[in-house]
């Protein structure tokens, strides 16, 4: 059973239920599309039945690749950039204690750290000064194997890790994920005999947290793929069944966005209220994004954290342009319990407040948000979480995914494409002066000078 559940009621007064009817047709054929693959960019839908269909044996492959590097590696670089390596994070971030880099050292798992997502010289020289004393393993992660990013810092830490242990020994420090065939990373892959994943050819980048992209680093970290995995096979089943609008989570709030989009609600804010789910939001906001930016549509998805962030994003939300609505991810139960101590002199007047636990407080500071936001004409969705653990993160992985796919087909954008992508690396290159762009460098040269 999924744990999962979709809160619309703060929207009424924003939409009715009946225009939310008027989508089931629409619904029915859009799922249609993406179950049976008739709809734009069908070769990337693999992701769809990826959870049911994961082998026993890349898992236990992955499982036992994720012991090896616990066993030699106090830190593991994960090297990605995009959908190579946010779901890992936003996974890992959220199933850890927010203080677990500080305290690594006494962790039975290896320290996750990240690269290639930035092409900052001060990063990269800094991460290399860390790793200089560290045994440590790369874990490293790309599609098209020849993404600039993640390929300048492989190579900075390949000579870093071969210089440390030799070239034969660093060769089994090394695990590339990449594609079956093409690109550079898996011809480096194939010539060094690293260990080596395939990222399936029908399951783009942002969709790809579910393949070894996202479960080998999460294994890694220490965390339970088969019960995540387990979350989503049950989400896939559950939406697979569901065809009522009302009843299929992933539909409802397809439609519900959509809906609001087409009044002018042309921003959705996803907020949290428990800092680990942070990289979540970052992953969403590419999901989002990325899948639907683009033909000059598109819900722009913005992040916040609350309640730092009602402290300064929080006057725009209440009373700023009124193009948003709201998603919060609400998490109902805490990990670990803490009550808000009695204090003899009450100086800062909080005793009213003693013996209550700071999980009631931020309840009551979401609750009281949201009313506040709805009465600024900010309409509200809550995604409903009963803790954080690995299986509810499956679902809200698939979840994610699913309600995706079904928006972007309303729509009428291809979800799985980003050509957007391309225009600042085709200006980098120019600038760059990388051979085969010699036209292109001179026409930026020209523009730079006019
Ligand atoms: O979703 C996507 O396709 C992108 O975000 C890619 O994941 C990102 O650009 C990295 O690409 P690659 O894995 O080819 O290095």
């Not at 490293?140 to 190579?155: D, L, Y």
């Not at 998490?331 to 013996?355: M, S, T, Y």
Request: a negative charge; proline letters at 4%.
């Amino acid at each position: 059973m999924i744990q999962l559940k979709l809160k619309i009621d703060n929207t009424r007064g924003f939409i009715s239920e009946n225009e939310i009817k008027l989508f089931q047709a629409e619904i029915d054929l859009q799922r249609k599309k993406v179950y049976e693959k008739t709809g734009a960019g069908n070769d990337f839908l693999g992701w769809v039945d990826l959870p049911a269909r994961i082998n026993e044996e890349l898992l236990k492959s992955i499982e036992s690749d994720a012991a090896k590097i616990k066993s030699n590696s106090d830190v593991v670089v994960v090297t990605g950039i995009g959908g190579s390596y946010l779901g890992a994070r936003a996974v890992i971030e959220a199933l850890s204690s927010n203080f677990y880099q500080a305290q690594h050292e006494k962790n039975e798992n290896p320290l996750v750290v990240y690269a290639g997502q930035n092409i900052s010289e001060d990063y990269m020289s800094e991460l290399l000064d860390f790793l200089d004393d560290k045994n440590y393993s790369i874990i490293v992660i790309s599609k098209s194997g020849t993404t600039t990013e993640p390929a300048i810092a492989f190579r900075l830490l390949r000579k870093h890790l071969e210089e440390k242990y030799g070239e034969d020994v660093a060769a089994g420090r090394i695990f590339a994920i990449t594609d079956a065939s093409r690109g550079a990373l898996k011809t480096l892959a194939n010539n060094k005999s690293y260990k080596s994943y395939v990222i399936p050819d029908d399951v783009g980048g942002r969709y790809s947290v579910l393949t070894p992209v996202g479960l080998l680093p999460i294994a890694v970290a220490g965390f339970d793929i088969r019960k995540l995995l387990k979350g989503a096979c049950q989400m896939q089943e559950f939406l697979a069944r569901e065809d009522s609008v009302f009843e299929n989570p992933a539909a409802l709030y397809a439609v519900v966005r959509n809906i609001l989009y087409r009044k002018g609600k042309t921003t959705e804010v996803m907020a949290c209220y428990t800092p680990n789910m942070m990289y979540f939001t970052e992953w969403w906001k590419q999901l989002y994004g990325e899948s639907e930016g683009k033909d000059q549509k598109g819900i722009f998805p913005a992040g916040v954290n609350f309640t730092a962030d009602l402290h300064s994003m929080g006057q725009y939300i209440q009373d700023g342009m009124r193009n948003l609505f709201e998603t919060v991810v609400r998490v109902e139960n805490p990990q670990r319990k803490l009550e808000i101590p009695h204090d003899e002199d009450n100086l800062d007047g909080l005793n009213f407040l003693a013996g209550k636990r700071l999980s009631y407080v931020n309840k009551m500071a979401e609750t009281g948000t949201i009313l506040a936001h709805v009465d600024g004409e900010v309409p509200n969705l809550e995604i409903i979480l009963p803790s954080i653990n690995e299986k509810i993160l499956g679902e809200l992985i698939y979840f994610f995914e699913m309600a995706c796919a079904i928006s972007g087909y309303i729509l009428e954008v291809n979800p799985f494409d980003q050509p957007g992508v391309e225009a600042y690396k085709m200006n980098m290159f120019a600038l760059l002066e990388k051979p085969g762009f010699e036209k292109e460098t001179a026409t930026i040269r020209k523009r730079m000078t006019e």
